[in-house]
C-alpha cells in the first residue's frame, strides 16, 4: 500500500514540475476552443469581450490575452499587440481614444467567404468607427483586418475600401437593388463578391483618357472594368474616386 501512495505522489509531483517547466497553463480560459460559424457571431463575440476589457482592466480575459484570441489572424493579432505595446492612446479595436460605454455593430455585407462590419460608438459626438473584414477559414470566421477610419469615409489616403472589379447594375443578383450600380471583385482569390455603389456630388470619376470629373452614374455601362476607393458604410461603399481601367 506504501508503494502505491508513493508512486501516486511521485506522478503528482512529476506532473506539477513539468507544468512548472512549461510555463502557466497556455489556454486557462478556453479561448482557444472558440469557434464561430457566422460572420457577425465572431464580431458580436469577439467586441463584447473586448468593450468589458477595455471598460475594466481587471476583468478577465484582458485586452492583452484577448489579442491574442484566435478569432482574429495571425496577422491582425501581431498588429493588435504591437499597438497595445506602443502605449498608443488609440484603441486597435474599438478605433477610440476613449472607451464607449457602449457601441453599435452593423453588419454590411456577408458573402461565402468574406464579411465586413462597422463598429462605431453610440456617443453621437464621436465620429472614430472600425471597419472590420472577415474571412472565412474552414467553417470557421475570423477577423483579418480592423480599420480606423473618420466617419463614413476614410481619408484619403487610407481607404477602407479599395478594389478592382467590374460595375454590374440590371444584372446583379438578389437581394442586391438592379435599379444600383454595384461592384462584383475578386478578393483572397475568391470571385463573386458584390457591394452596392453609392455616390454623391462629392464623388470623383476618371475616364479611361484620364479626364477627371464629377461622376455620372447614368453614364455608365454594364461590366465596365473600374477601380473603386472610398469608405465603408452599413449601405454599401460610398463612392471618393471611381477609375475606369483596361
Known amino acids: ?40 457571431d465572431a464580431v458580436d463575440g469577439f467586441y463584447g469581450l473586448w468593450l468589458k ?14 489579442a491574442t484570441f484566435p478569432t482574429l489572424t495571425t496577422e491582425l493579432s501581431t498588429k493588435v499587440v504591437a499597438a ?11 478605433c477610440q481614444s476613449v472607451v464607449p460605454q457602449s457601441i453599435t455593430i452593423r ?12 463598429v462605431t460608438s453610440k456617443d453621437k459626438n464621436v465620429t472614430k468607427q472600425a471597419v472590420v473584414s472577415l474571412s472565412k ?3 470557421r470566421w475570423l477577423i483579418s483586418e480592423i480599420q480606423c477610419t473618420d466617419g463614413e469615409v476614410a481619408p484619403e489616403r487610407e481607404f477602407s475600401f479599395d478594389k478592382e472589379g467590374f ?15 454595384h461592384l462584383v471583385f475578386t478578393q483572397d482569390g475568391k470571385a463573386g463578391n458584390v457591394v452596392p455603389l453609392i455616390f454623391d456630388t462629392k464623388s470623383q470619376c476618371t ?14 455601362k454594364e461590366t465596365s472594368q473600374v477601380r473603386v476607393r472610398g469608405g465603408m458604410t452599413e449601405r454599401g461603399a460610398t463612392v471618393m474616386y471611381l477609375e475606369f481601367v483596361k
Open 1 to 40: 500500500m506504501k508503494k502505491v501512495i508513493i508512486l501516486v505522489l511521485a506522478v503528482v509531483v512529476i506532473g506539477g514540475i513539468m507544468r512548472f517547466a512549461n510555463g502557466p497553463e497556455r489556454d486557462p480560459l478556453g479561448l482557444e476552443s472558440v469557434k464561430y460559424t457566422e460572420a457577425a
Open 53 to 66: 476589457a477595455a471598460q475594466d482592466s481587471t476583468a478577465l480575459p484582458d485586452r492583452a490575452t484577448l
Open 84 to 94: 497595445l505595446t506602443s502605449g498608443a492612446t488609440l484603441d486597435p479595436v474599438l
Open 107 to 118: 453588419n454590411v455585407y456577408a458573402q461565402a467567404n468574406i464579411a465586413q462590419s462597422l
Open 137 to 139: 477559414s474552414g467553417d
Open 167 to 181: 460595375l454590374i447594375k440590371g444584372s446583379v443578383p438578389k437581394p442586391y437593388n438592379n435599379k444600383n450600380w
Open 207 to 220: 475616364s479611361l483618357e484620364g479626364v477627371k470629373a464629377v461622376c455620372k452614374p447614368e453614364q455608365f
